[in-house]
Protein backbone atom coordinates (compact mmCIF):
# COMPACT_ATOMS: atom_id res chain seq x y z
CA UNK A 1 0.00 0.00 0.00
CA UNK A 2 1.32 3.77 -0.88
CA UNK A 3 2.23 5.22 2.45
CA UNK A 4 1.11 8.89 3.85
CA UNK A 5 2.43 11.41 5.95
CA UNK A 6 0.73 13.30 8.83
CA UNK A 7 1.72 15.55 11.00
CA UNK A 8 0.91 13.89 14.71
CA UNK A 9 -1.12 16.07 16.27
CA UNK A 10 -2.74 19.39 15.31
CA UNK A 11 -4.33 22.68 17.52
CA UNK A 12 -6.87 25.20 16.74
CA UNK A 13 -9.44 27.72 18.01
CA UNK A 14 -13.18 27.44 17.82
CA UNK A 15 -14.68 28.71 15.01
CA UNK A 16 -11.63 28.81 12.44
CA UNK A 17 -11.07 27.19 9.57
CA UNK A 18 -8.63 23.87 9.98
CA UNK A 19 -5.82 22.48 7.15
CA UNK A 20 -5.22 18.93 7.92
CA UNK A 21 -2.22 18.08 5.25
CA UNK A 22 -1.28 14.75 4.01
CA UNK A 23 1.98 13.99 1.98
CA UNK A 24 1.80 10.66 -0.74
CA UNK A 25 4.40 11.27 -2.88
CA UNK A 26 4.34 7.43 -3.60
CA UNK A 27 0.59 7.85 -4.46
CA UNK A 28 -0.53 5.72 -7.78
CA UNK A 29 -2.41 6.56 -10.90
CA UNK A 30 -5.42 4.83 -9.31
CA UNK A 31 -4.98 5.44 -5.74
CA UNK A 32 -8.16 6.95 -3.82
CA UNK A 33 -7.72 9.51 -1.14
CA UNK A 34 -9.56 9.25 1.71
CA UNK A 35 -10.17 10.77 4.99
CA UNK A 36 -11.81 9.69 8.15
CA UNK A 37 -11.79 10.73 11.63
CA UNK A 38 -12.30 9.05 14.94
CA UNK A 39 -14.00 10.66 18.03
CA UNK A 40 -12.75 9.53 21.11
CA UNK A 41 -14.70 5.99 22.40
CA UNK A 42 -15.55 5.83 18.42
CA UNK A 43 -15.51 3.87 15.51
CA UNK A 44 -14.18 5.93 12.68
CA UNK A 45 -16.45 7.54 10.55
CA UNK A 46 -15.83 8.70 6.80
CA UNK A 47 -15.52 12.04 6.30
CA UNK A 48 -14.07 12.79 2.36
CA UNK A 49 -12.64 11.04 -0.45
CA UNK A 50 -11.56 12.03 -4.08
CA UNK A 51 -9.01 10.97 -6.70
CA UNK A 52 -7.98 13.98 -8.78
CA UNK A 53 -10.39 16.85 -8.28
CA UNK A 54 -11.11 19.12 -5.36
CA UNK A 55 -14.23 17.54 -3.33
CA UNK A 56 -16.77 19.42 -1.27
CA UNK A 57 -19.24 17.72 1.40
CA UNK A 58 -21.43 19.16 4.70
CA UNK A 59 -18.47 18.17 6.97
CA UNK A 60 -15.13 19.58 4.64
CA UNK A 61 -13.32 20.19 1.74
CA UNK A 62 -10.46 17.98 0.17
CA UNK A 63 -8.09 20.01 -1.95
CA UNK A 64 -5.79 17.77 -4.05
CA UNK A 65 -2.48 18.89 -5.37
CA UNK A 66 -2.43 19.17 -8.90
CA UNK A 67 0.77 16.35 -8.71
CA UNK A 68 -1.42 14.50 -6.49
CA UNK A 69 1.41 13.64 -4.33
CA UNK A 70 -0.35 15.99 -1.18
CA UNK A 71 -3.88 16.62 -0.16
CA UNK A 72 -5.04 19.10 2.36
CA UNK A 73 -8.71 18.11 4.61
CA UNK A 74 -10.56 21.64 5.07
CA UNK A 75 -13.05 21.87 7.89
CA UNK A 76 -14.53 25.27 7.46
CA UNK A 77 -15.30 26.04 10.95
CA UNK A 78 -14.23 24.35 13.61
CA UNK A 79 -16.42 23.23 16.61
CA UNK A 80 -15.23 21.28 19.97
CA UNK A 81 -17.23 18.70 18.24
CA UNK A 82 -14.24 17.74 15.68
CA UNK A 83 -11.76 17.04 17.84
CA UNK A 84 -10.39 13.61 16.74
CA UNK A 85 -7.96 11.40 14.93
CA UNK A 86 -8.30 12.14 11.25
CA UNK A 87 -6.38 9.69 8.86
CA UNK A 88 -5.83 10.34 5.67
CA UNK A 89 -5.48 6.73 3.86
CA UNK A 90 -4.85 5.85 -0.06
CA UNK A 91 -6.68 2.59 -1.45
CA UNK A 92 -6.32 1.13 -4.90
CA UNK A 93 -9.23 2.28 -6.99
CA UNK A 94 -9.75 -1.32 -7.88
CA UNK A 95 -9.86 -4.69 -6.82
CA UNK A 96 -10.17 -6.01 -3.22
CA UNK A 97 -8.01 -3.53 -1.43
CA UNK A 98 -9.62 -2.62 2.37
CA UNK A 99 -8.49 0.69 3.67
CA UNK A 100 -5.22 0.31 5.69
CA UNK A 101 -4.82 3.48 8.24
CA UNK A 102 -1.54 5.16 9.11
CA UNK A 103 -1.34 7.11 12.66
CA UNK A 104 -3.07 10.00 11.82
CA UNK A 105 -3.21 13.39 13.15
CA UNK A 106 -4.61 14.16 16.75
CA UNK A 107 -6.64 17.52 16.62
CA UNK A 108 -7.29 19.79 19.64
CA UNK A 109 -9.73 22.34 19.11
CA UNK A 110 -9.83 24.93 21.94
CA UNK A 111 -12.95 26.87 23.24
CA UNK B 1 -31.53 4.03 10.51
CA UNK B 2 -29.17 1.29 8.58
CA UNK B 3 -26.19 0.86 10.47
CA UNK B 4 -23.01 -1.29 11.87
CA UNK B 5 -24.12 -3.17 15.42
CA UNK B 6 -21.53 -4.53 17.70
CA UNK B 7 -21.96 -6.77 20.23
CA UNK B 8 -21.40 -6.60 23.55
CA UNK B 9 -19.35 -2.92 23.45
CA UNK B 10 -17.23 -4.02 26.56
CA UNK B 11 -16.57 -7.97 26.64
CA UNK B 12 -14.25 -9.58 29.44
CA UNK B 13 -12.54 -12.53 29.30
CA UNK B 14 -9.70 -14.61 30.71
CA UNK B 15 -6.92 -15.76 29.60
CA UNK B 16 -7.11 -18.73 27.29
CA UNK B 17 -10.58 -18.69 27.17
CA UNK B 18 -12.07 -18.88 24.02
CA UNK B 19 -14.29 -15.56 22.94
CA UNK B 20 -16.21 -14.18 19.67
CA UNK B 21 -17.77 -10.96 19.25
CA UNK B 22 -20.47 -10.48 16.95
CA UNK B 23 -21.14 -7.46 14.08
CA UNK B 24 -24.24 -6.92 12.53
CA UNK B 25 -25.09 -4.84 9.76
CA UNK B 26 -28.14 -3.59 8.14
CA UNK B 27 -27.00 -1.83 5.06
CA UNK B 28 -27.17 -5.35 2.99
CA UNK B 29 -22.90 -4.68 1.84
CA UNK B 30 -20.99 -7.52 0.29
CA UNK B 31 -18.00 -6.50 2.71
CA UNK B 32 -17.24 -6.78 6.11
CA UNK B 33 -14.10 -6.29 8.19
CA UNK B 34 -12.65 -6.80 11.18
CA UNK B 35 -9.85 -3.97 12.95
CA UNK B 36 -8.05 -4.43 16.05
CA UNK B 37 -7.01 -1.49 17.25
CA UNK B 38 -5.06 -0.90 20.23
CA UNK B 39 -4.37 2.09 22.65
CA UNK B 40 -3.31 4.79 21.13
CA UNK B 41 -2.47 3.16 18.06
CA UNK B 42 -4.66 3.20 14.33
CA UNK B 43 -6.82 0.69 13.27
CA UNK B 44 -5.02 -2.64 12.16
CA UNK B 45 -7.01 -4.63 9.47
CA UNK B 46 -7.29 -8.54 10.79
CA UNK B 47 -9.46 -10.02 7.51
CA UNK B 48 -12.26 -9.37 5.55
CA UNK B 49 -14.60 -10.86 3.43
CA UNK B 50 -16.05 -10.08 0.64
CA UNK B 51 -19.61 -11.88 -0.04
CA UNK B 52 -18.37 -15.55 1.29
CA UNK B 53 -14.56 -15.22 0.07
CA UNK B 54 -12.49 -14.99 3.31
CA UNK B 55 -9.15 -12.56 2.81
CA UNK B 56 -6.68 -12.85 5.82
CA UNK B 57 -4.03 -10.07 6.40
CA UNK B 58 -0.45 -12.16 6.00
CA UNK B 59 0.39 -11.13 9.83
CA UNK B 60 -3.44 -11.81 11.19
CA UNK B 61 -2.15 -14.43 13.88
CA UNK B 62 -3.58 -18.05 14.17
CA UNK B 63 -5.38 -17.32 17.27
CA UNK B 64 -7.97 -15.00 15.35
CA UNK B 65 -10.46 -16.77 13.31
CA UNK B 66 -13.80 -15.22 11.44
CA UNK B 67 -16.98 -16.81 10.69
CA UNK B 68 -19.65 -15.07 7.78
CA UNK B 69 -22.40 -17.04 7.95
CA UNK B 70 -25.01 -14.65 5.62
CA UNK B 71 -24.59 -11.39 4.95
CA UNK B 72 -26.03 -9.42 7.57
CA UNK B 73 -23.62 -11.37 10.86
CA UNK B 74 -20.04 -11.47 11.18
CA UNK B 75 -18.26 -13.12 13.92
CA UNK B 76 -14.49 -12.84 15.48
CA UNK B 77 -13.28 -16.02 17.19
CA UNK B 78 -10.08 -15.59 19.67
CA UNK B 79 -9.72 -18.86 20.43
CA UNK B 80 -6.90 -18.57 23.46
CA UNK B 81 -6.84 -15.00 23.87
CA UNK B 82 -3.55 -13.66 25.40
CA UNK B 83 -3.01 -10.45 27.70
CA UNK B 84 -1.47 -8.83 24.49
CA UNK B 85 -5.28 -9.25 22.41
CA UNK B 86 -6.61 -6.39 24.73
CA UNK B 87 -8.05 -4.11 22.13
CA UNK B 88 -10.55 -2.49 20.76
CA UNK B 89 -12.23 -4.37 17.91
CA UNK B 90 -13.52 -2.78 15.36
CA UNK B 91 -16.36 -4.30 12.96
CA UNK B 92 -16.82 -2.43 9.35
CA UNK B 93 -18.90 -2.55 6.06
CA UNK B 94 -18.62 -1.23 2.33
CA UNK B 95 -21.12 -2.04 -0.84
CA UNK B 96 -18.17 -3.63 -2.67
CA UNK B 97 -14.43 -3.64 -2.18
CA UNK B 98 -12.31 -1.12 -3.85
CA UNK B 99 -11.22 2.57 -3.38
CA UNK B 100 -13.66 4.44 -3.98
CA UNK B 101 -15.98 3.16 -1.95
CA UNK B 102 -16.63 4.46 1.79
CA UNK B 103 -16.46 2.11 4.72
CA UNK B 104 -19.08 2.05 7.63
CA UNK B 105 -17.70 1.54 10.72
CA UNK B 106 -19.65 -0.19 14.22
CA UNK B 107 -18.92 1.23 17.72
CA UNK B 108 -16.42 -1.26 18.63
CA UNK B 109 -16.32 -3.78 20.93
CA UNK B 110 -13.29 -3.64 24.15
CA UNK B 111 -12.04 -6.53 24.60
CA UNK B 112 -10.35 -6.66 28.39
CA UNK B 113 -8.47 -10.04 28.84
CA UNK B 114 -7.62 -11.41 32.62
Known amino acids: DAKTTQPNSMESNEEEPVHLPCNHS???????IHWYRQLPSQGPEYVIH???SNVNNRMASLAIAEDRKSSTLILHRATLRDAAVYYC????????????FGKGTRLSVIA | DAMVIQNPRYQVTQFGKPVTLSCSQT?????MYWYQQKSSQAPKLLFH???????NEADTPDNFQSRRPNTSFCFLDIRSPGLGDAAMYLC?????????????FGPGTRLTVL
Open chain 2, 49 to 55: YYDKDFN
Open chain 2, 92 to 104: ATSRVPGGYNEQF
Open chain 1, 89 to 100: ILSYGSGNTPLV
Open chain 1, 50 to 52: GLT
Open chain 2, 27 to 31: LNHNV
Open chain 1, 26 to 32: TISGTDY
